[in-house]
Each structure stands twice: as C-alpha cells, then as structure tokens.
C-alpha cells in the first residue's frame, strides 16, 4: 500500500481508501486470468494426464480401457527398454549443439560486429529457411547427402568417403540433420547478446594490454553467455526430443528416443509411452538446471 | 625534449571525405596535465584515439619518449584511457575491473596494489560490487583507477566528467588534478567544457576544425586570446568592429563607432587597418551617464541597459550601444557598486590594459554557440 502511494501525486493520495483499493487488487488477479486459464488447459491437464497415464496398468489397451494401478514398473521397463535410445537422444543433440555453436558463434559474430550495412539482410538470410516446411527442407537432405548426391561424389573423390562410404542413413546425417535444422536457434540469441555489446568495451580490452584472442576470452564471451546458454538451451531441449531427422535421414540403428515415444503412442502401449515422455521431460529439466546454474546465466531459471 | 614526452608530428586523419585531424604538431611534456579543448567534431577525440593506438593515423607520427609508436597495437602500448563515460567490464567487479591490466600482463599477486589503487580513489569499501551497483562518480573513479593502476606513460581522458552532474563534476575536477599531482603521470584531457580545462590543466590547446587554434597556460590563453574563437569559446567576450588610428609607442590608438580607445601592442594580433576590439564582461564597469569620467579608461557613452540577470556572485548586464550591438558587463555584487535596471543610461569603461586587438577578418561569432553545449 505504501508503495502504491508513494507513485501518487500529493492530490491523489487520500483516494485509494476501502473501495478503489480493493479494486486495485483485483485488477492484478484479472489480467492473470487468460495467461492463467491458458497454462491450465495446456500445460497442467495434460501433464497431469500424462503422469497418471504412465501409471496406468500396461496390459490396458485404448479398446478396453486402462486401469489406474500405480504402477511403478512402467519406468523400470520404459528405461531399461529404450536406455540405448535415450543416450543415443542425449548424444545427438548434444553433438547438434556443439556443432551449432561452432557454426553459429562466428556467424552470429559477424552478423553483430562485422556485417555494416549488411547486417539486416544476412539476419533474413538466417531465418529465411522458416518459409519452407520444416519436412521439406528435412527431405531435401536425403537428396544432399543421398549416395548419388554431389557431396559423396565429391567425398569420394577426395578419398575422405570410402568408395563405398555412405552419408546418408548415418548418425552423421542425423546429426547434421539436427544441427542444420536448430542452428536459427543458436545465431539469434547469440546475435541478440553479442549486438549488445558496447564497442568501447572490446576497445577498453585492448587499451588494457589484451590482446585480440584475449578481449574476446575475457570481455566478450562472457558478456555473451546469456545468448550462448539460451542458445545452447534452444537447441539442445528439442534436439534432443526430436524424431523427424533421425527418421527421415537415419535408419533403425540410429533411432532417437522421439521415434520411440511416437511409435509406442501409435501403437497403442499409451502408459510406458507416458512413462518414457515424463522421464525425458524430468531428465531435461535436471540437466538444463544443473547447466544454467553452473553457467552462472541464473536469471534464466 | 626530455624523457618520455608525447610528440605528435603532422599527425592528421582523414575519413572518406572529411579531415578530423589536419596535420598537428603537438609536444606534450612528462608529467604535464594537459587538455585538448574543443567543440564537438573539432577533432579532439581523434586526436586522443590515434594516441591510444584505436585510431590509425592517416599521416604523421605519435613517438612518446623518443619511440615511434605509430603503428603499434593498443595493448603494446605503455598508454591507457579513461573511456568516455567509462566502458567498465560489467560482468567484473570493481576489484576484477581494476585489476584487469595487471592480470593481462601476468601478474598473479594484485591484491595490494589494487587494494592500494582503490585506496587512492576512495573506494576501497566498494570492491566486491559490479559497475551496476556504483553511481557515476564512483564509476568515474574505477574507471581512472583501472586506467592509472597500469603506471601508464600517459594516461588519456576522453570526456571524463561529461555523464556526471555540475556539482560532482567540479568535486571530481579537483580530485583530478590532486591524483595527477600524486601520481605525477602525463595525463591529457579531452573535453568541451572550457572551465573543466581551466581548472586543471597546466596548458591548454584549443582546437577547431583539426587544427589547434592556440596553445598555452589556461590564464595566458584567457587573457590573450589569439583568435575571436578563443575569446569566445575560453569564457566570453564583448568583441566590437573598429579601426587602429595610429600607433604611440606600445599604445595603438583605437577609434570604436566614433569613441576613441587605447589598448597594449603587445595585447594586439594585428597593428594597423580593421579589427576586432575585445574586453572580457567581468573588466567593464558600467557607470550612471557622465558619472565616472577618467581620462585614462577606455571609455564607451551612450548604452542603455536592456537586460539585468542576478546569479549571485555577480550580476550580467547586456548593455544596447548607439551601433545596435549588445555588449555584456558582468559586475561582482561586492555592494560597492551601483545597480542598474532596464532602460538606465549607462557608460562603459575599463582599463587599456584589458583590452585586446583582433584580426578583423575572423568572425565575431566563432565558438559562441558551443557554450551552451556543456
């Protein structure tokens, strides 16, 4: 209340007695509403829905119906039954983000620093892949990496492919997949951190005796760090749940936990499908916590 | 030339079509406080970035201590900047901030000169706290203290006092001038504001348009101004058209609109045909109509006052001569002297010895704009 006062000018301070006060608060909770109502239909009903379905008893199906047991072991089977895909899922993406923030970090660099009047397009450029489908533009790495491509050709000819060596329906392609497919994700975060930076900043490195390489270890990457952790977050959190790349560039062997989960839905087995989507879920959630707390970015969580 | 002066030879910098720095000669001496003073776009600041080393010259040279230093990086060179407003690390501590230069050079024990550095600037409770939590005068002092912690061989300030308010501005222009006395390093100071340069430079120069108008100690350059743009921008000036008469000895004979006036050759920058006749407000004493009348003043009839403001220590009278132009008296408000309202008929008159000669063909105007930008 008193607060509140204080942002008043002295006329209008004996106003907000009993009524309007009481009206004031209210305003608060009613702006909440939609937001509110929002998160409620789609966020907490259906992860509700979902941790109770990975209780259900397994031996349910969606014509008879599932009864509600509690039943714990739907964990211990989805984890011991999909382990392999799960770290194959952790693996890929974090491959995809290393990759994504090698390629991104001097992009997004030298979109921020170096660019000039060129700064707008090559910003475009970064998002124009957004106007075609995701599928299509998925697609369209079968036929880059496909074995009567161009760059296996060319691969071969350089003898860094086998003769026989393939690209495509490798973990190579679906990380490249990934990689390609959230490197947007990646740049303009980064792009937004770096854009930020006072020049004089980097000018007050070298005035203090650091070097280039130096500045930018001890000036400029760490005023980056807020883009770089959402980057790395934007990247690595979907990376890791998705299924489209590995099952449209890889094969069996490179199936990610995302095809499985998918599959299991549509055949059906809804509870160890729930119990594997609540463990990734929990799984991501703890790694990204550890991260953005030891990255020292804590205004993120 | 002695030790580790800064020499600046034909230094000049173009940038596509336009000259910031035209071929300046500038010896600053170790241990000087010296100020480049000018208006913004005068190339002042150039001038300090080619110092510094962020800033390639065009042509020219920057030697300090008998050593080309010309075309060596920023971080080779024994120079540091307090940048204009501050450029602190924002993501380091005062402490990390200050102790920024040392670390770069590989030292690992920083503790106690840092400690010591923050002990001169008067921070030494403030160690811990990002360049966030600090205002702007505490800011200004990490900043100087990041800058001097590296014993520099000249310490460059770019606008160090613009971002603070008048009253920590003057605190902090003398908490300058006491740490370069203590320290005893080159600093140069780049500023607009002519009383910042005043109050702590040993010499000033004057820049306009890329190249240094005049060069001196700050009462030097205020008494004799060699340009109407230093009597203007260097404090203010009353500047009227007249004609040299004749020359008596060391007096030139002056003829002001039909009033006859003395001034010292040696005040005078040319001896003979039109010319600008200068005296600063705080020389002229306005007197009632035929009131004070001595033969030895220089001596103005026929104003009337046309404007009266009070600002405490003085009060300024804008004075309408019988030519139309407006002349400006600043009397101190010792209660000695008479006061006058609008519309009162007044006398100007001040000693010869204040008054000074310039060269007709410059303009009247030139740096009066300018100080209202501080």
């Given at each position: ?71 714990w072991?739907?964990y ?9 895909q ?121 005035d ?30 979907p ?16 199936r ?46 | ?72 990086r920023?971080y ?7 940048f ?41 409770q ?15 002092r ?25 009253k ?42 890329g ?10 350059l ?27 000895g ?7 609109h ?16 039109d ?11 306005l ?71 310039l ?16």
């Amino acid at each position: 209340m008193s607060t509140a006062a204080a942002h008043l000018g002295p006329g209008e301070q004996q106003a907000p007695s009993g009524d309007t006060s009481q009206k004031r608060g209210w305003t608060g909770y009613l702006l909440m509403l939609p937001g509110a109502l929002w998160l409620l239909v789609f966020f907490v009903i259906p992860t509700v829905t979902l941790v109770s379905t990975s209780l259900y008893d397994p031996s349910g199906s969606i014509l008879t119906g599932y009864q509600m047991t509690f039943h714990w072991q739907n964990y211990v089977d989805a984890v011991q039954g999909y382990g392999p895909q799960l770290w194959r899922s952790f693996g890929y993406a974090g491959t995809a983000t290393v990759a994504c923030v090698l390629l991104g970090f001097p992009l997004a660099y030298a979109i921020a620093f170096k660019s000039g009047r060129w700064k707008n397009l090559m910003l475009v450029l970064v998002i124009a892949p957004f106007f075609t489908s995701f599928l299509v533009r998925t697609l369209s790495w079968q036929l880059l990496l496909g074995d009567n491509g161009v760059t296996v050709d060319v691969l071969r000819w350089l003898h860094v492919l086998a003769p026989d060596g393939h690209l495509l329906a490798t973990p190579f392609a679906v990380v490249t997949g990934l990689t390609y497919n959230f490197l947007p994700f990646m740049v303009l975060p980064l792009y937004a951190s770096l854009e930020k930076i006072d020049h004089r900043l980097i000018e007050a490195g070298g005035d203090l005796y650091a070097g280039p390489f130096t500045t930018f270890r001890t000036v400029t990457l760490p005023l980056a760090m807020p883009g770089l952790v959402a980057g790395t977050l934007l990247t690595f959190i979907p990376a890791a749940g998705d299924y489209i790349n590995a099952e449209l560039l890889g094969t069996p062997n490179t199936r990610m936990i995302g095809n499985e989960i998918q599959d299991l839905f549509s055949g059906g087995s809804y509870p160890v499908a729930a119990a594997l989507s609540v463990t990734l879920m929990v799984t991501i959630v703890s790694l990204v916590f550890v991260y953005v707390r030891r990255s020292g970015a804590r205004d993120l969580v | 030339m002695t030790g580790s002066d800064l020499v600046l030879t034909s230094l000049t910098k173009r940038f596509s079509g336009f000259t910031a720095v035209d071929d300046l000669d500038l010896t600053i001496a170790e241990g000087s406080f010296f100020a480049l003073l000018g208006p913004s776009g005068c190339g002042k600041t150039t001038t300090l970035r080619m110092v510094a080393g962020l800033e390639e010259p065009t042509e020219g040279t920057v030697t300090l201590g008998g050593e080309d230093i010309t075309r060596l990086r920023p971080y080779r060179r024994p120079v540091n900047t307090v940048f204009q407003s501050y450029a602190l690390f924002p993501h380091l501590t005062t402490f990390e901030n200050v102790a920024f230069g040392l670390r770069r050079r590989g030292l690992k024990q920083v503790k106690s000169q840092v400690e010591e550095m923050l002990e001169l600037v008067e921070l030494g409770q403030y160690a811990r706290r990002k360049p966030a939590q600090l205002s702007g005068g505490q800011q200004q002092r990490v900043a100087l203290a990041r800058a001097l912690i590296n014993r520099p061989q000249v310490l460059l300030l770019d606008e160090p006092l613009g971002a603070l308010d008048l009253k920590l501005r003057r605190q902090m222009q003398i908490e300058l001038k006491r740490i370069q006395t203590e320290v005893g390093v080159t600093f140069v100071h780049v500023t607009h504001d002519q009383e910042e340069a005043m109050t702590m430079a040993d010499t000033i120069a004057v820049m306009n348009g890329g190249v240094i108008e005049q060069m001196g100690a700050p009462l030097d350059l205020y008494e004799h101004p060699a340009s109407t743009f230093v009597s203007n921008f260097l404090g203010q000036s009353n500047l009227a058209a007249g004609t040299v008469l004749e020359r008596d000895g060391d007096r030139l004979l002056l003829d002001v609109h039909g009033s006859r006036l003395v001034a010292p050759v040696g005040r005078a920058r040319v001896h003979q045909g039109d010319v600008w006749v200068g005296v600063r407000p705080e020389k002229v004493f306005l007197g009632a109509v035929g009131e004070e009348d001595h033969d030895d003043s220089n001596l103005l009839r026929g104003g009337v006052v046309t404007d009266v403001s009070f600002v405490g220590v003085s009060t300024q009278y804008l004075v309408r001569m019988s030519w139309g132009q407006e002349l400006m008296v600043f009397e101190q408000n010792t209660g000695a002297r008479t006061s006058f309202r609008p519309g009162d008929e007044v006398d100007l008159h001040w000693l010869p010895g204040h008054t000074f000669v310039l060269d007709a063909s410059q303009d009247a105007a030139a740096g009066v704009e300018t100080v209202d930008e501080a």
